[in-house]
């Protein structure tokens, strides 16, 4: 029995010892040498089992032989040493999992590292394409843009700083901005920066910096680092010097309008009083006595309502609110025909020069000295005796005036320089005296209305006012340029115009007449509306009275079929004079009408009551104006 327990057991083992070595080619992955061991057991346990099932069934006992005990003992053996080998090889399995663990885990590694290493190179392109774009930006800003440490050292600026303040290279040495920016030793405490650093908050300022000679815009935004602590800021400097000067330009056009929308008003009045004092020195003149003393006081009273109408005709000048003539004139003809007045003018110790030079190419006419602008002569002339007597003014002890024309073209240089005109061909007058001159604050003020720098009573201040308005209402330009102890230098830019092919024909004189014709006269002014009445009745009309617009019409309507002429005051209560005639006009088609107003032409314009074609005359009328008015409409 026991022979056949060992036979059995060492088959058993054997073939556990093959299932092993199976094993460890899973183990080991040595396929080849174990496939062979395994392989050998394999076939040693059939025929063992074959000898084994032989021996059985022949009946015979199965012998316990050396050999059957060397083959259980050596199956002991193999199945022991495959089973330690096994769990050898084990170890090395696992170790070879864990390598191959790592391995993984190492090219796990590694493309996360190539990863973060290519992400790390796409941040910083980007990260260079930002500060490069952040440069750029900060570069192309027009305003000086400085970054300051707290101590006032400028460590950044960009383009427009650099070239403006001069400054060094930031990244050699420290420079402090006030250095710079107001050529001083230490930061003045006036400054938006030295705020900013002391209090922590942005501070804004305005002034002008002599360092740099422009009007300045300062602002700093303080810079904190993360806990909030003040490191420095960031100083914004913008040049507002062009601002300043249109800014002061537009606060000098609205007062010089303001003034004129005064003085219109002003004259309104004044023509209406000088209106009745005229009127009636005229005619208390042609019922006196020549050569009586009553004579040569209404004279005085004459004359002084004269040069109070000049006064006026000033501030009209100055508002560009008076009626003018504008024709087509030599301007050389008129410098020319006023030179001997301007002689008696400036008087013996000022000497004068004219200089009248021919105009640009496109307006030379077969070497004639001609040109033309579309000018009214007499207030042209006005401007040349005003300025002449400006300069005497200036040169007490003597000196010279010259006056120079000659042709100019403004081009977009010359507008931006100068920063007035608009484009294309300028006729130029220059007028320019060796007197005391002028300093900056006096020379602003030179064309304001009731300035004047003489004493009191010596000047109305109205004379450079005239002048300015004359021009602007030609649509022309004048600048003063004066320096104080260097004289004064007027240049007045009038537009070209091309030479007129023929003269207008001069006006036929019109014999003073009255008439016997009904006038219906509608004034709201009462002695202005006396005077009127007695001038005309004086001259042989028969009048009809109205104190405003309605009654004039309701007046008209129950003597349309006599009424010859209406003289018509253009402002009046209730309905305007225009507005009269158009109701007159239904009535009677036919019907004449003379327009008077002590208000200016452009008022009236805008007022919409002044329209091209009708017949107007200007308060103060002395009253033979007035008769040769009316019977010049009357007779059409």
């Given amino acids: ?25 899973r183990i080991t992955g040595r396929k080849l040498a174990w496939i062979l061991i395994s392989l050998a057991m394999v076939l040693i346990v059939p025929r063992r089992i074959f000898s084994f099932a032989a021996l059985l069934s022949a009946g015979k006992e199965i012998p316990l032989t050396i050999p059957e005990i060397i083959a259980f003992i050596v199956s002991c053996l193999m199945l022991a040493g495959v ?62 843009v400085t970054v300051h440490d707290k101590d006032f050292n400028i460590i950044h600026a960009n383009k427009a700083a650099e070239k403006i303040l001069g400054l060094p290279s930031i990244e050699e040495a420290k420079e402090k901005c006030y250095k710079y920016f107001h050529a001083s030793e230490n930061p003045p405490e006036w400054c938006p920066c030295y705020q900013s650093i002391k209090t922590g908050q942005s501070a ?43 800014e002061e330009q537009l606060r000098q056009s609205q007062k010089m309008e303001a003034v004129g929308t005064l003085t219109g008003g002003v004259a309104h009045d004044f023509n209406n009083i000088l209106t009745a004092i005229i009127g009636y020195g005229h005619i208390l003149k042609m019922k006196l006595e020549q050569g009586s003393q009553l004579m040569t006081y209404t004279d005085q009273i004459l004359a002084s309502a004269d040069r109070a109408a000049h006064l006026t005709q000033s501030l009209l000048a100055f508002s560009r609110k008076q009626v003018i003539n504008p024709k087509a004139v030599n301007l050389n003809e008129i410098t020319a025909s006023v030179e001997k007045l301007l002689l008696r003018i400036i008087g013996e110790d000022i000497e004068l020069k004219t200089i009248l030079n021919p105009p640009l190419p496109l307006f030379d006419k077969g070497g004639q000295r001609e040109i033309m602008v579309l000018a009214d002569a007499g207030q042209i002339e006005q401007v040349l005796m005003n300025l002449a007597a ?25 507008l931006k320089i100068h920063e007035y005109g608009k484009h294309g061909k300028y006729a130029v007058i220059t007028v320019t005296d060796t007197g005391h001159g002028m300093d900056e604050k006096t020379r602003q003020r030179v064309f304001e209305p009731f300035f004047t720098t003489r004493e009191v009573g010596k000047g109305t201040g109205l004379g450079l006012s005239m002048v300015y308005g004359i021009i602007k209402q030609h649509n022309g330009y004048i600048n ?15 537009p070209l115009i091309e ?51 309605k009654e004039a019409i309701e007046k008209f309507g129950e003597n349309k079929d006599s009424i010859n002429l209406l003289l018509l005051d253009m402002i009046m209560p209730k309905i305007n004079g225009k507005g009269v005639y158009e109701e007159a006009k239904k009535i009677k088609p036919d019907v004449k009408a003379l327009f008077s107003s002590g208000y200016p032409a452009d008022f009236i314009h805008k007022k919409g009551i002044l329209e091209e074609g009708l017949n107007f005359i200007s308060k103060p009328a002395p009253p033979h104006e007035l008769l040769k008015m009316i019977r010049e409409v009357l007779d059409k």
């Fill in 390 to 414: 400006n300069a005497r003014d200036a040169m007490p002890e003597g000196g010279t005036l010259t006056i120079e024309t000659g042709t100019a073209e403004l081009d977009i240089n010359f």
């Fill in 1 to 25: 029995m026991i022979p056949i327990i060992i036979f059995i057991l060492s088959i058993v083992l054997q073939l556990a010892a093959a299932i092993f070595a199976i094993l460890l080619i």
């Fill in 204 to 246: 804004t300022f305005e002034l002008f910096e002599p360092h740099l000679n422009m009007h300045i815009e300062i602002r700093d935004i303080p810079r904190f680092d993360s806990n909030h602590n003040l490191i420095g800021l960031v100083h914004v400097v913008r040049d507002i010097t062009e601002h300043r000067k249109l």
């Fill in 83 to 144: 089973l330690r080998i096994r769990k050898y090889f084990h170890s090395i399995r696992l170790a070879e999992d864990s390598l191959r663990a790592s391995e993984k885990k190492s090219h796990e590694l590694l493309d996360a590292a190539l990863k973060e290493n290519e992400e790390r190179k796409k941040m910083e392109e980007k990260l260079f394409q930002v500060t490069h774009d952040w440069e750029d930006t900060f570069n192309s800003i027009a305003d000086m």
């Fill in 480 to 494: 003063c340029y004066s320096e104080p102890g260097r004289g004064t230098i007027f240049r007045i830019y009038l």
């Fill in 499 to 549: 030479k007129e092919t023929e003269k207008a024909k001069a006006e036929e004189h019109i014999a003073l007449s009255g008439g016997t014709e009904t006038i219906l006269l509608a004034e709201d002014e009462e002695e202005v509306r006396k005077l009127m009445k007695l001038v005309l009745e004086e001259a042989g009309y028969k009048v009809i009275e109205a104190v405003d617009g």
